[in-house]
């Protein structure tokens, strides 16, 4: 993945490849025509119509051979499995909280957690919350409030730690809104930017200033190996210390933790909620075995559990993390070179394309987000997402409000690509790009009531 700052020979994809899945290869016709059976909605493709499928990080890792072994130690007893004390002692080793409780995945561990500290007239801040962490908290009728620093949702804003909660705006909140906040919270990395990290300077301020409130501190911490590698580079004093011990560091300071284990433990389905109280972690546990299952497999099978065991010692291995991140520097660096507006700096998990920049003659509510990411799956069957006006439009006094942003997000998925794959989505990203005056916007001709993305229908304008 090209040599990266002071290092004197390519970062090579740290393993080698024993199985894999063939890549069915399309023709630009045969792909103009699965649009228009899609009405242009890319999430409507078959994923075997798709040659590259950066739609999303979460869930789609490509598992190790240890993974793979350890799946069939999976031991499915309902109750007290040795794979779950396997799973346990995995994630306490990382995050030493007292009580782990498996999930399905992250957003189950959300609703748990919104059942006990949500509910109507309460505020709970973060970072930013992810989608569904908003919607968990929404639902319960509480308010759901993001406090990012300024500059970390600017594109523009080159800085090393643009997931940092602001402090003076949380200080602030936890003084004029205290009694109504039960709990605060943060999102390493940030999801929302591509996965822009947060220090831990930053992480330890929050959880001094949240402790000094007597709120509770509580981190979604879906890509914290991720978090803990940019740590390990970018922040001061940092960089002899372990990952392991970064991410000791980190967990230690909060009351718990929710976590979506199909991104940094290479699971391809699963989750947890850890929790410090033992009368939160009752209630947690009593609400689990109404919605998941019981307390030691909560939603998963025996191998799930061990196949998370396993990715979490994994996920932390340097020469993974040295690859993964830069990977997604590589893709940005040549698409800077090449002139592409692109989201600075590059994120732990995507790399996001500046819609909005590169097509300055389709107007937002034209969704120029959607047409970048639908001529990348014409041109090289490149599967991305938008993340700008189509799905986050909103509808105020009859008329339809365009983003604040337009985006398209190529997430990547973990240990799936090889460098050559990342080389044919750049070059798709320059031929596009090349002839972007030629590009046009679309219309909405159907959508549902809520979520508009998953299932809209489009027309290209003329
Ligand atoms: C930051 C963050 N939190 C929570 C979730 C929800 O996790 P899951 O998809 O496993 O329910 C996600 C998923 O993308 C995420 O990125």
Redesign the pocket.
């Known amino acids: 993945m090209g040599r990266g700052v002071g290092s004197m020979k390519t970062i090579i994809e740290p393993f080698r490849i024993k199985s894999v899945e063939p890549i069915r290869m399309t023709t630009v016709a045969e792909r103009r025509e699965v649009l228009t059976k899609c009405h242009y909605n890319l999430f409507a493709i078959p994923s075997r119509d798709v040659l590259i499928d950066l739609l999303?990080d979460?869930?789609v890792a490509a598992m190790s051979a240890a993974q793979w072994a350890a799946i069939m130690r999976g031991d499915e007893s309902y109750a007290g499995s040795p794979s779950f004390e396997r799973f346990e002692a995995a994630v306490k080793a990382l995050m030493p909280f007292k009580h782990v409780i498996p999930t399905h995945?992250?957003?189950?561990a959300?609703a748990i957690l919104f059942s006990l500290l949500g509910g109507a007239g309460r505020v709970i801040p973060s970072n930013t919350h992810?989608d569904?962490?908003r919607g968990n908290i929404e639902a319960s009728g509480a308010e759901a409030v993001d406090l990012l620093v300024p500059g970390g949702a600017d594109p523009n804003c080159i800085a090393p730690f643009k997931g940092n909660m602001d402090l003076a705006r949380l200080a602030d909140l936890l003084r004029r809104e205290g009694p109504r906040v039960p709990c605060v919270m943060m999102?390493i990395t940030n999801?929302a930017g591509g996965g822009q990290p947060a220090s831990l300077a930053n992480i330890k301020a929050v959880a001094e200033l949240a402790h000094a409130h007597g709120k509770p501190f509580i981190i979604?911490g879906?890509?914290f190996a991720e978090n803990a590698w940019f740590v390990k580079v970018r922040e001061p004093g940092q960089a002899a210390r372990s990952i392991p011990d970064i991410v000791r560091d980190i967990f230690s300071c909060a009351d718990g933790m929710?976590m979506?284990a199909?991104?940094d433990a290479f699971g391809n389905i699963g989750?947890w909620l850890a929790l410090n109280d033992d009368e939160m972690a009752a209630g947690a546990r009593a609400r689990l075995i109404l919605t998941e299952g019981f307390p030691t497999y909560g939603g998963l099978a025996g191998r799930d559990l061990e196949a998370l065991a396993q990715g979490l010692t994994e996920i932390v291995d340097e020469d993974y993390l040295r690859y993964r991140i830069r990977a997604n520097e590589y893709v940005v660096e040549r698409l800077v070179a090449s002139g592409v507006p692109v989201v600075l700096p590059a994120g732990g998990h995507a790399v996001f394309l500046d819609a909005k920049q590169a097509l300055p003659h389709i107007s937002p509510l034209q969704y120029p987000g959607q047409a970048l990411a639908v001529a990348l799956y014409e041109e090289g069957g490149v599967r991305s997402c938008e993340i700008g006006s189509v799905m986050f439009g909103k509808w105020k006094d009859g008329g339809e409000v365009a983003a604040a942003q337009e985006l398209v997000r190529l997430a990547m998925p973990r240990r799936v690509y090889t460098q050559s794959h990342a080389d044919y989505v750049i070059e798709t990203i320059v031929s596009v790009y090349e002839r972007r005056e030629k590009l046009r916007g679309y219309k909405i001709v159907w959508q549902p009531s809520a979520l508009r993305h998953f299932t809209a229908r489009f027309e290209q304008l003329p």
């Open positions: 999303t979460s869930g995945q992250g957003r189950a959300e992810f569904t962490t999102t999801n979604d879906c890509r929710t979506s199909k991104k989750g």
